[in-house]
């Protein structure tokens, strides 16, 4: 079933600003209640245009949940399933495993083919290189998102970039300049990415399965002991940006402080398992080199649950306002007194309540917002006309 292609705002002008561009003067508490009241004072408006507008989008992406792989892209999920939620019709273009090459080919044949019928109003790629794919083709509007390292460059094990990442932070660069939108997930990202019109738009979290559970229950279901201290690393500790060994190095020391916790893996797990693990554990650890907007951290504030992270992305600004949460140096010492502090935070964080902004229920209507202005850019540019200034989103004036 396919939607009602979206008319022509005939020239209609939207102006938003981007609900994370920080204040040219404050602190972090100030730049958080600021976002706050932009997103509560815009939503009437995106609510109004969701309703007008319903769009056919083709959602391309090499990372989505299957049943081989339950943990990968389910963020893009989760914004799959809050367009849906909206009345957007969803296409995903997801090239099965195999050979690189051959899947971005076979992803490139079929966003040409799918394209040529002009079904759809929008293409949203995600990571560097699938929207490039979205891009080897002109009749159809591209969004582009980028997830982190395709605009900062992976961080190998010797602290510096790989050559391939730095390649890839090249065509994402020059990729910036060829879409009608783009978006990243982090002021730091967008002066990566080198234009001044880059939406900052963190992943949505799915609040309705990210959850406080009872922790006695959650340890119950998972065969866990009631009276231990459990801390969750919830990424995949092969990757070495993830910096396991600094979180094994803080739990050590948070025993030579006198508190002994098991530090537990949630990795390659359906989210349904991760909300448990997250649930039952005393604490989640995020000892990362580098991240973009790290998605585990605001996962585990919406079940309310502690997290002591190294100061990373945007952490700092997510975490500011949480009691027993802590955002450290990349220094195992630093990690364990951050953990013992969250130990002895007997109650439930307020994390859930911190982070209602950051909702995907929320934040999808800056999405669809963004829709909206690239098809009108699309229309412009192929009118041979100037885009006005009314339909720019995201300005840091």
């Not at 801390?231 to 094994?248: E, G, H, R, T």
């Not at 919406?302 to 992270?309: D, E, G, H, Q, S």
């Amino acid at each position: 079933m396919h939607g009602v292609r979206a008319p022509s705002s005939g020239g209609r002008g939207l102006l938003l600003r981007s609900s994370l561009a920080p204040a040219a003067h404050g602190s972090q508490s100030s730049h958080m209640n600021l976002l706050k009241r932009e997103i509560a004072v815009s939503s009437t408006n995106l609510e109004e245009l969701a309703k007008q507008k319903k769009y056919r989008i083709l959602m391309v992406t090499g990372i989505y949940p299957t049943k081989e792989r339950p943990h990968s892209g389910t963020f893009v999920k989760a914004l799959v399933d809050a367009l849906e939620f909206e009345g957007h019709t969803v296409e995903i273009v997801h090239p099965k495993p195999g050979p690189v090459p051959i899947r971005y080919a076979s992803a490139t044949l079929q966003v040409f083919l799918k394209t040529l019928t002009g079904r759809f109003d929008i293409i949203h790629g995600h990571y560097g290189l699938w929207c490039l794919v979205g891009r080897l083709q002109w009749t159809t509007a591209v969004v582009a998102a980028f997830l982190g390292d395709d605009l900062l460059g992976t961080v190998t094990a010797e602290g510096g970039h790989s050559k391939k990442s730095l390649l890839v932070k090249r065509v994402s660069q020059w990729l910036c300049h060829h879409v009608e939108a783009v978006t990243v997930k982090t002021e730091q990202m967008k002066r990566a990415s080198l234009i001044d019109d880059a939406i900052v738009i963190p992943d949505g979290i799915n609040f309705e399965l990210f959850q406080p559970i009872p922790r006695e229950e959650a340890r119950a279901a998972l065969g866990w002991d009631q009276d231990r201290y459990y801390v969750v690393f919830a990424n995949n500790p092969a990757i070495p940006v993830k910096n396991f060994a600094l979180a094994q190095a803080a739990i050590e020391r948070l025993k030579a402080r006198g508190m002994t916790a098991e530090l537990v893996v949630a990795n390659g797990l359906p989210q349904s398992t991760v909300v448990q693990y997250m649930n039952a554990s005393n604490a989640l650890i995020l000892p990362s080199v580098a991240e973009g907007s790290p998605n585990v951290v605001r996962e585990a504030m919406a079940c309310n649950v502690p997290v002591v992270t190294t100061d990373v992305g945007d952490v700092a600004q997510v975490l500011a306002h949480t009691e027993g949460c802590s955002t450290c140096p990349h220094d195992a010492e630093a990690l364990a007194a951050g953990l013992e502090k969250a130990l002895l935070h007997t109650e439930r964080t307020t994390g859930r309540q911190d982070t209602a902004h950051l909702d995907g229920k929320v934040l999808v209507k800056q999405v669809i917002a963004m829709y909206e202005m690239a098809i009108e850019k699309k229309h412009h540019r192929a009118k041979g006309q100037s885009v006005s200034k009314g339909v720019r989103y995201g300005s840091s004036s």
